[in-house]
T-cell receptor
Framework: AQTVTQSQPEMSVQEAETVTLSCTYDTSESNYYLFWYKQPPSRQMILVIRQEAYKQQNATENRFSVNFQKAAKSFSLKISDSQLGDTAMYFCAYMNRDDKIIFGKGTRLHILP | NAGVTQTPKFQVLKTGQSMTLQCAQDMNHEYMSWYRQDPGMGLRLIHYSVGAGITDQGEVPNGYNVSRSTTEDFPLRLLSAAPSQTSVYFC?????????????FGPGTRLTVT
């Protein structure tokens, strides 16, 4: 069965610093999708970034980028120039052709002023 | 475009009661799903559907029923509520087969079973 592991339950960084959130997953599939979702205190789930496994190029969305290492089954999220509004829970998620989405347990990120 | 809507936002049930959590989307998405979120557990998939008339079980389906009679609606039924079902429930939807699979989430329902 596929699993998603986020090894950092909680992190804190100063505003404007760069922070990297870790995610590893286990699968025997070759085609799949990976996502990072953000959940601020409002509870609303928001897509941050996605990566398709067949694409070698790492996805980037403004200050957010990923380091996708397919062989190592690693999918880390880098947030550059962190802002107070980045304070949230971050969830890594995996989806394959079975259409089931597996979420990690989340990393609570605090951006400190 | 309302996106994904869920009702109610909050609900308190007594053990043994039944209820239906409503979920609707107006984006013509084929895929709809229900998750529960518990502290320290992330989001766990309860049931999902890839189209009207088609449903399947996720990771934690016991105690829950779903049906998908229309593309827009995907209600979640609690047959006999138990305290272990106290949680925040999220409904989500997405397109299928277009290389996206981005999940659009509803605002969630906080359910307490006493």
């Amino acid at each position: 069965a596929q699993t998603v592991t986020q090894s950092q339950p909680e992190m804190s960084v100063q505003e404007a610093e760069t922070v990297t959130l870790s995610c590893t997953y286990d699968t025997s599939e070759s085609n799949y999708y990976l996502f990072w979702y953000k959940q601020p205190p409002s509870r609303q789930m928001i897509l941050v970034i996605r990566q398709e496994a067949y694409k070698q190029q790492n996805a980037t969305e403004n200050r957010f980028s990923v380091n996708f290492q397919k062989a190592a089954k690693s999918f880390s999220l880098k947030i550059s120039d962190s802002q107070l509004g980045d304070t949230a829970m971050y969830f890594c998620a995996y989806m394959n052709r079975d259409d089931k989405i597996i979420f990690g347990k989340g990393t609570r990120l605090h951006i400190l002023p | 475009n309302a996106g994904v809507t869920q009702t109610p936002k909050f609900q308190v049930l007594k053990t043994g009661q039944s209820m239906t959590l409503q979920c609707a989307q107006d984006m013509n998405h084929e895929y709809m799903s229900w998750y529960r979120q518990d502290p320290g557990m992330g989001l766990r998939l309860i049931h999902y559907s890839v189209g009207a008339g088609i449903t399947d079980q996720g990771e934690v389906p016991n105690g829950y029923n779903v049906s998908r009679s229309t593309t827009e609606d995907f209600p979640l039924r609690l047959l006999s509520a138990a305290p272990s079902q106290t949680s925040v429930y999220f409904c989500a939807s997405s397109y299928l087969g277009q290389g996206s699979y981005e999940q659009y989430f509803g605002p969630g329902t906080r359910l307490t079973v006493t």
